[in-house]
């Protein structure tokens, strides 16, 4: 079993939809979740983190975290065509040790 | 802040040619800078800690003679990747743990091509 595991999708929706991305972590350790965003051909950028459990929003992104279900989640609302990218999670016992999903390949349709 | 870049961006060669990829903080100071490899359509896969100073700590089943880690300054990482076959071909990133909360910072990453 992998530590993480993220649907790669690919993701299609609407401007304008919610998307959910998620994803489940098997290493009760963690305590730093965080989301990164890539562009095709370009470094991940951090998107989100949140430290241990509950909600964190910023803008239109909130990121929740489960930590009983060992389950992570990003929020996108009011979707636009520029955050077509790949969402990747990254769960880690510290913020120097992260493991990342393997990502979510989202694509917004104007 | 917290502004990682790499150089260069690109870069192909030949098979059993070295190549040397850079990894700059530009606006701050790191002791401990990672490097990751990440195949098409896949996620990142961490390579190595490179750390000032010391030697560099490799994960399992990565070669330490063949990627080869010099932290030489405190803004400063280099990856070079010895006698490079077309199976190497990937695109390679580095970060730099930065900010308050010492949450990783990636560079733009450096896509390489061995012919």
């Known amino acids: 079993q992998k530590e993480v595991e993220q649907d790669p999708g690919p993701l299609s929706v609407p401007e304008g939809a919610i998307v959910s991305l998620n994803c489940t972590y098997s290493n009760s350790a963690f305590q730093y979740f965080m989301w990164y965003r890539q562009y095709s051909r370009k470094g991940p950028e951090l998107l989100m983190y949140?430290?241990?459990?509950g909600n964190k929003e910023d803008g239109r992104f909130t990121a929740q975290v489960d930590k009983s279900s060992k389950y992570i989640s990003l929020f996108i609302r009011d979707s636009q065509p520029s955050d077509s990218a790949t969402y990747l999670c990254?769960?880690?016992?510290?913020?120097?040790?992260?493991?990342f999903g393997q990502g979510t390949r989202l694509t917004i349709n104007p | 802040g917290a502004v990682v870049s790499q150089h260069p961006s690109r870069v192909i060669c030949k098979s059993g040619t070295s190549v040397k990829i850079e990894c700059r903080s530009l606006?701050?100071?790191?002791?401990?800078m990672f490097w990751y490899r990440q195949f098409p359509k896949q996620s990142l896969m961490l390579m190595a800690t490179s750390n000032e100073g010391s030697k560099a700590t490799y994960e399992q089943g990565v070669e330490k003679d063949k990627f080869l880690i010099n932290h030489a300054s405190l803004t400063l990482s280099t990856l070079t990747v010895t006698s490079a076959h077309p199976e190497d071909s990937s695109f390679y990133i580095c970060s730099a743990p930065g900010g308050a909360m010492e949450t990783q910072y990636f560079g733009p990453g450096t896509r390489l091509l061995v012919l």
């Open positions: 990254a769960p880690g016992r510290g913020a120097q040790k992260l493991v």
């Open positions: 606006d701050f100071q790191a002791t401990t």
């Open positions: 949140t430290y241990s459990s």
